[in-house]
């Protein structure tokens, strides 16, 4: 698979999961960017990878924590939020707010992204064990902050 075909197929997947952690566009495409560079540069390992999408959506990850590590403490990150009236939006939003970033993450790799256990892993370098064990502990706090909100 050459580079014009990983882009075609997983771009937006790319853009989205660090949207979702970043919500500032502008440095999302300057991340979209740099993790195809990464790639690119890449190429040659790709055909013993087992997921394309979650080998992409590592780098993604790995860029964003270099970013992050490098980024002066002030810099805030602009939440740009959901649209107006998009009520189930607004309620994900609050409901995966509830969670420690690493879970939230699992979440949104399982049940946003479709993952499975093993390419979060993967992508997260974590045991599949622990990722199953934070899957299951952030199930577990988000029925339980639903029980409450039915109070």
């Not at 002030?74 to 995966?96: K, N, R």
């Not at 979060?120 to 974590?126: G, K």
């Not at 064990?129 to 409450?148: D, F, I, M, P």
């Amino acid at each position: 698979m050459d580079l014009a075909a990983l882009y075609s197929a997983y771009a937006d997947a790319v853009y989205g999961y660090l949207a979702f952690k970043l919500q500032d566009r502008q440095l999302v495409e300057d991340l979209v960017q740099e993790t195809f560079l990464a790639a690119q540069e890449g190429l040659d390992r790709l055909e013993t990878v087992h997921s394309p999408k979650a080998w992409l959506l590592a780098i993604a990850h790995n860029k964003m924590v270099d970013f992050l590590r490098r980024r002066p403490p002030d810099l805030p990150l602009i939440w740009e939020g959901a649209a107006v009236g998009d009520s189930s939006a607004l309620f994900v939003e609050e409901a995966l707010k509830q969670l420690a970033d690493l879970e939230r993450t699992i979440v949104y790799g399982l049940y946003v992204e479709g993952f499975t256990y093993r390419e979060l892993a993967e992508m997260l370098s974590l045991p599949e064990g622990t990722v199953k064990s934070k899957a299951h502990n952030a199930r577990r706090h988000l029925y339980r902050w639903l029980q409450e909100g039915e109070r």
